[in-house]
């Protein structure tokens, strides 16, 4: 009996296939690192975390100490894609070692030094804020949006002065970064986001902006964190008006209690 034996066709990806492959790789592993929520008494924290594309050029993390003090960065490295994926890695890895009890303006120097030392050509703008069980806040910016406090009487929302240098661009400060402080009320909110929520644009090209953002912000500042988190958005979305979002895109709401 004769038998006819057929050569099978193996197919190989071709690099764009490989590279979409690498590229959904790369997204399982950066959402694999990014850290839950830390649960605890005095704080409720809603959190949104949007990449543009599959992977994410923004980061956020915690920092628990023994004094039970939280810290919580929220950061945007320049750019999209693999390059600005890689850039989160190194702030992860870099925030690992901080010393949980630095203030937060020594915090972001070390970062600072840690990313620049790199010669990357890339920054992160980022904010940093530590909140302890009684309230106190301690805050430092580099280069990045204000955080906002939303005080439970409504006496008006609280924005922060010194901005800092983005983390990377150089060893030493040019622009010193400075620690504020803020002492909380129970019920008082506190805002962080990444530019991504303010620079969203519509069809007419123009960008949401954070006049938009406080606005809705002072006529909405009685909800509760998820629901300030959803309205927020919403809102944004509806100014885009089915245009696609433009940029990564994260934004933290927290209620001191």
């Known amino acids: 009996m004769q038998q006819t034996f057929q050569h099978r066709q193996h197919s190989t990806p071709s690099k764009e296939q490989a590279y979409q492959n690498d590229l959904m790789l790369a997204a399982d592993f950066q959402r694999a690192v990014l850290p839950k929520i830390i649960q605890i008494d005095y704080l409720d924290i809603a959190l949104m975390y949007k990449p543009y594309d599959t992977v994410s050029g923004d980061v956020y993390d915690f920092i628990l100490n023994r004094e039970r003090e939280l810290a919580i960065f929220v950061g945007d490295a320049t750019g999209h894609g693999i390059s600005a994926a890689l850039m989160t890695m190194m702030v992860h890895i870099a925030i690992d070692s901080l010393t949980p009890n630095l203030s937060t303006d020594e915090s972001i120097r070390k970062l600072n030094r840690v990313i620049a030392s790199r010669n990357t050509g890339r920054s992160v703008s980022s904010v940093l804020l530590r909140i302890t069980p009684q309230g106190k806040m301690t805050l430092t910016h580099a280069g990045h949006p204000s955080a906002i406090v939303i005080p439970a009487d409504n006496s008006g929302l609280v924005l922060f002065d010194e901005a800092g240098c983005?983390?990377?661009?150089?060893?030493?400060?040019?622009?010193?970064?400075?620690?504020?402080?803020?002492?909380?009320?129970?019920?008082?909110?506190?805002?962080?986001?990444?530019?991504?929520?303010?620079?969203?644009?519509?069809?007419?090209?123009?960008?949401?902006?954070?006049?938009?953002?406080?606005?809705?912000?002072?006529?909405?500042?009685?909800?509760?964190?998820?629901?300030?988190?959803?309205?927020?958005?919403?809102?944004?979305?509806?100014?885009?008006?089915?245009?696609?979002?433009?940029?990564?895109?994260?934004?933290?709401?927290a209620r001191y209690n």
């Not at 002072?218 to 998820?226: I, P, T």
């Open 166 to 253: 983005a983390l990377g661009l150089f060893i030493e400060e040019p622009v010193k970064y400075i620690e504020e402080t803020y002492q909380l009320k129970p019920g008082d909110k506190v805002i962080a986001y990444t530019d991504g929520l303010i620079e969203w644009r519509n069809k007419d090209k123009q960008v949401y902006g954070a006049e938009k953002l406080l606005n809705y912000i002072k006529q909405n500042h009685a909800l509760d964190c998820d629901a300030l988190m959803q309205g927020i958005y919403a809102d944004v979305e509806a100014f885009a008006n089915q245009q696609e979002i433009n940029d990564d895109l994260t934004l933290l709401v």
